[in-house]
């Protein structure tokens, strides 16, 4: 019972451990939003879902260093003070009811612990609040294709083959058409593929979803600070399924009132009257 007594000291210590692997992590450069060698953790969140995702995240971590350090550091305590050396005449117990259901019933604890916020955040993510505008995304073999159905804007999004690079883009990951959203904006992305399956991938947003041909899936972002982000086909696609990355700007209103006024077709010819049909 000595194990239990030495608990207080030890959860104590448990809990300093955990957070400050947290600390260390996120002041390891975890937050830097430009590309650097060696970046570890997570791109910044830019929306709710990757926020809360996040907090899952950190949660979890600190669930699973307080086990694995209780349970090596139980082992350690175990193999010390029971060996041959200090514990001649082992115990012949076998039960013990007490320890037996806290050994349940704390486990069975921490899994609700885990599954209460899982669940909300996975009703959240597949939520669909009310659009603001739509996106609709085709991958093909190897680049992407988008569409604003509201305005009748269609383009395809290559990669910046590394030869064509100019200053400031980033290898493998930059593309000729970026996909414009504005800003404080709820977007509807309808996902589908004409090939094979890809999948839609932009970290910083939280979003990873299945480009499935014939198939149409459907996810939403609301993306709350303005820039430039970069995601990847995240579904083996073929030889080129590295190359054909995601770019989205998140801008200002007045700024992608602009870029749809620039980027609409011209007003499509008057439409031709029917003609009248014969009625008898
Ligand atoms: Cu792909």
Known sequence: MAILTSRTGFSRFLTII???SLVLL??????????KDWQLGFQQPVTPVMEQLEGLHDLLLVVITGITLFV???????????????????SKTTHNTMIEVIWTVIPALILVVVAIPTFKLLYYMNSEPEADMTLKVIGHQWYWEYEYPEHGIRF????VEEKDLKPGQPRLLDVDNHIVVPVDTTVRVLITAADVIHAFTMPAFGI????????????????EKTGTYRG???ELCGVRHGYMPIVID????????????EHKPAA?????????????
């Open 250 to 261: 998140v801008v200002g209103k007045e700024e992608y009132a602009q870029w749809l006024a």
């Open 72 to 90: 090596m550091g139980l082992l350690g305590y175990t193999c010390w003070r029971f060996s041959a050396k200090r514990n001649p005449v082992p």
């Open 232 to 234: 990847q086909c995240s």
């Open 268 to 280: 499509a010819a008057p439409e031709v009257a029917a003609p009248e049909t014969v009625t008898q």
């Open 208 to 223: 990873k979803t299945d480009a499935v041909p014939g198939h149409l899936n459907q996810t939403w972002f609301r993306a």
């Open 156 to 159: 395809d999004s290559y990669l």
């Open 26 to 35: 996120h002041a390891s450069g975890v937050h830097a939003q430009e590309i």
């Open 18 to 20: 955990s957070v400050l």
